[in-house]
C-alpha cells in the first residue's frame, strides 16, 4: 500500500485508480497514481437536450409553423481537457515511469488492459479542489527527443445523471 499526499497547488493533476480520501491517494497492487504538471485546464458542461420537430404538411406551412419539443434528458456530460507535461521528479517517478503509467490508466500501455474510470484530482484542498471520476477518452503525449519532459494532453469525461 502506497499513500500519495497530494500537493495544495493549482499547478498539479492526479490521475489514479485508487483511493481518494481527503488529500491522500492510496494504492496498492498494480494500482497506478500519475503527477502532472499543468499548463492549462479547459472544462465544459453539456447539458443533453433532444429536440423533436413536429412534421407539418407542405400546405400548412405559412398558416401553422412547426412545433419543436424541447426534452430534457437529466443527463449533463463534463468535459475536461488537461494540457500539462510529465517530467522526472527529485525522489519521484521518471517521466517514462509515468507515460507508462498514464497508459495503462487510459487501457493502452500494457498487454493488461485496464481501461476504465479514474479519478482525476486538481486544485486545492478546502477551496477549489475538483474530484472526477470518468473516463479518459483521449491521450495525447508527445515526445519531443531532447526535452526532459513529455506534453500531455488528455480528455476526460464525466456524465452526471441529474
Not at 28 to 50: C, H, R, Y
Not at 65 to 83: E, F, G, M, N, Q
Request: charged share 20%; with cysteine.
Amino acid at each position: 500500500m502506497t499513500d500519495t499526499t497530494i500537493s495544495n497547488s493549482k499547478m498539479y493533476v492526479y490521475v489514479t485508480d485508487g483511493t481518494l480520501s481527503s488529500n491522500t491517494i492510496t494504492t496498492t497492487g498494480n494500482q497506478k497514481v500519475v503527477k502532472i504538471a499543468v499548463d492549462k485546464i479547459d472544462e465544459s458542461i453539456m447539458n443533453d437536450l433532444m429536440t423533436i420537430p413536429i412534421p407539418v404538411s407542405r400546405g400548412n406551412w405559412t398558416t401553422n409553423p412547426a412545433t419543436t419539443y424541447l426534452i430534457d434528458l437529466k443527463r449533463l456530460t463534463r468535459t475536461s481537457v488537461i494540457h500539462g507535461y510529465l517530467n522526472t521528479e527529485s525522489g519521484g517517478d521518471s517521466k517514462e515511469t509515468k507515460r507508462t503509467n498514464l497508459r495503462i490508466l487510459a487501457g493502452a500501455g500494457s498487454s493488461v488492459l485496464r481501461a476504465g474510470t479514474v479519478t482525476v484530482v486538481w486544485g486545492v484542498d478546502g477551496t477549489d479542489r475538483v474530484a472526477l471520476t470518468c473516463v479518459i477518452q483521449k491521450l495525447r503525449i508527445i515526445d519531443y527527443g531532447n526535452l526532459d519532459k513529455f506534453e500531455v494532453q488528455m480528455t476526460v469525461i464525466e456524465g452526471v445523471n441529474r
